[in-house]
């Protein structure tokens, strides 16, 4: 659906709507009119909601992204990739003195998949294997980190989220690269090009809904809802 697409029915959803005025008001403050800005606003918003939902499983289907074929075909627009290599770790302070940083893309909404390929010499013929990265709270590190079963080891990694938009591997090797697989953030929809006063999440251009389009009634639908509710109007179908 086109941009164009999406502010007609945008205004015909919203005029199917048969509003009711409060006491006292005029009949015609039934009437909502919303320039493309607003129009723009409302729909970012339901498409962020409706992605989040997808992804955790507040869905009609109750299943959670990944889980079937359908849902991963809703969001493979926003799957990225990003392979770090050794030279990419950033200097911080960490929890352990083998904590390693790496800093995320800033488009990273949901990490998905995460994996490490090793390269130190100690582990021998093992050099150059894989490890799954696990995320946990420093909490939980706390009281895992000396547990040989649920700490670091050869075949585990474990991830803190380090604020700032920084990761911090705790791993018993070096590591080499490191693998990551996400689920990106949804650019804005933005029927139009802004004034330079106007800006959706720091963006002002004309930008197309990005998703697959079989998500696109479900984003109106939602948008014109949120609308409705912005301006305190009840609603009857």
Do not use: W
């Amino acid at each position: 659906m086109t941009t164009q697409e999406f502010s007609n029915t945008f205004d015909t959803l919203l005029n199917s709507y048969d509003t009711q005025a409060q006491f006292g008001e005029q009949a015609s403050k039934r009437e909502i009119t919303l320039d493309e800005y607003e129009k723009s606003v409302f729909l970012t918003a339901a498409q962020k909601e409706v992605v989040v939902n997808l992804y955790n499983g507040k869905n009609p289907y109750g299943d959670s992204f990944e889980s079937t074929e359908e849902l991963r075909r809703y969001l493979e627009s926003l799957v990225g990739t990003k392979v770090y290599s050794a030279d990419e770790q950033i200097e911080s302070i960490g929890v352990s003195e083998n904590s390693v940083f790496y800093r995320l893309p800033d488009n990273v909404a949901f990490i998905t998949m995460e994996q490490v390929t090793y390269a130190d010499d100690k582990l021998g013929c093992y050099n150059g294997s894989k490890a799954a990265v696990y995320p946990v709270t420093q909490d939980e590190y706390s009281k895992i980190k000396k547990n040989p079963f649920r700490g670091p080891t050869k075949y585990k990694v474990i991830r803190l989220d380090a604020g700032d938009n920084l990761v911090e591997l705790i791993s018993e090797y070096k590591i080499g690269e490191y693998l990551l697989k996400y689920l990106s953030k949804p650019e804005p929809i933005i029927l139009e090009d802004l004034p330079p006063s106007l800006t959706i999440e720091g963006k002002r251009m004309h930008s197309e809904c990005k998703l697959n389009s079989i998500l696109h009634d479900t984003i109106l639908r939602r948008a014109v809802q949120i609308a409705l509710q912005a301006k305190g109007i009840s609603v009857t179908k």
